[in-house]
């Protein structure tokens, strides 16, 4: 059974930086794609960011040259940096990855405030 566990969400003035962390657990951790996708309230969950197996990484158009998702194999951690953060990246971050089977994490709060 895979398990995803986020952490490092919280409150940070607007033009901060956050790091999220997900650990994960019960895989070849080296072998899978991970993503971190985001919920606003009221709104579709949203894909994020994308790196696959072999480092390749994918962004979407609102938080390209400011968040950088990043692995770490021998930690089975996959990691998103958020730098210049506004008031609309608040939102629930939630790692993913899926290979035949799909998995997410619980989730971890991010509040940007104005």
């Known amino acids: 059974q895979v398990q995803l566990v986020e952490s490092g969400g919280g409150l940070v003035q607007a033009g901060g930086s956050l790091r999220l962390s997900c650990a994960a657990s019960?895989?070849?951790?080296?072998?899978?794609?991970m993503d971190w996708y985001r919920q606003a309230p009221g709104k579709q969950r949203e894909l994020v960011a994308t790196?696959?197996?072999?480092?390749?990484?994918n962004y979407a158009d609102s938080v390209k040259g400011r968040f950088t998702i990043s692995r770490d194999n021998a930690k089975n951690t996959v990691y998103l940096r958020m730098n210049s953060l506004k008031p609309e990246d608040t939102a629930v971050y939630y790692c993913h990855t899926k290979v035949l089977l799909e998995y997410w994490g619980q989730g971890t709060q991010v509040t940007v405030s104005s």
């Open positions: 019960g895989t070849i951790f080296s072998t899978r794609p």
């Open positions: 790196i696959t197996s072999g480092g390749s990484e």
